[in-house]
T-cell receptor
Framework: GAVVSQHPSRVICKSGTSVKIECRSLDFQATTMFWYRQFPKQSLMLMATSNEGSKATYEQGVEKDKFLINHASLTLSTLTVTSAHPEDSSFYIC????????????FGDGTRLSIL | TQLLEQSPQFLSIQEGENLTVYCNSSSVFSSLQWYRQEPGEGPVLLVTVVTGGEVKKLKRLTFQFGDARKDSSLHITAAQPGDTGLYLCAGAPGTASKLTFGTGTRLQVTL
């Protein structure tokens, strides 16, 4: 149980393109979803927390106009990287939680974004 | 900002050896989780510890939460090549579900 599907797994596109990444909880309702960014050989860096039906909470230093997050339902959150540039190339990972303190996060398999 | 420092950062050992990974913080966490991540994949939850002093075992892996709930350790007995990966601890500061991830320990087990 507690499966999270992330799509696409890999994206290669030209600079200036906007890219949408989907995160779906397949067998549970995710009150809260999280978006992380991971650079090579480093740990996960939280970008934002999204709760269904409300605006996402962004971590310090993360541009909300650059990384648009929509959490329209209890099973789907999307991250759109707008006007992507090579420095946005990274591994983006989402996770979903049933909410509440101590609830584990279940992670998707990540999206490798490469901007040429 | 709550920081979780893991040590060592990188460990290369031979099959059959034992190892311990440490996760330390100056902050108290209501719970702490350990994940393993393989290249190109998302982290997979191994265990959650919530009580100070708690010890949990998962086959050859033993997890311990410090008495003061500020630190944790992961001990692997008789490591196997399949244990290779990035090990991440992550702490939940309170009732919120947001996690703070540790700096990570990259383990390589060779034959």
């Amino acid at each position: 149980g507690a499966v999270v599907s992330q799509h696409p797994s890999r994206v290669i596109c030209k600079s200036g393109t906007s890219v949408k990444i989907e995160c779906r909880s397949l067998d549970f309702q995710a009150t809260t979803m999280f978006w992380y960014r991971q650079f090579p050989k480093q740990s996960l860096m939280l970008m934002a927390t999204s709760n269904e039906g409300s605006k996402a909470t962004y971590e310090q230093g993360v541009e909300k106009d650059k990384f648009l997050i929509n959490h329209a339902s209890l099973t789907l959150s999307t991250l759109t990287v707008t006007s992507a540039h090579p420095e946005d190339s990274s591994f983006y990972i989402c996770s979903a939680s049933m909410g509440g303190g101590g609830q584990p996060q279940h992670f998707g398999d990540g999206t490798r974004l490469s901007i040429l | 900002t709550q920081l979780l420092e893991q040590s060592p950062q990188f460990l290369s050992i031979q099959e059959g050896e034992n190892l311990t990974v440490y996760c330390n913080s100056s902050s108290v966490f209501s719970s702490l989780q350990w994940y393993r991540q393989e290249p190109g994949e998302g982290p997979v939850l191994l265990v959650t510890v919530v009580t100070g002093g708690e010890v949990k075992k998962l086959k050859r892996l033993t997890f311990q939460f410090g008495d003061a709930r500020k630190d944790s350790s992961l001990h692997i007995t008789a490591a196997q090549p399949g244990d290779t990966g990035l090990y991440l601890c992550a702490g939940a500061p309170g009732t919120a579900s947001k996690l703070t991830f540790g700096t990570g320990t990259r383990l390589q087990v060779t034959l």
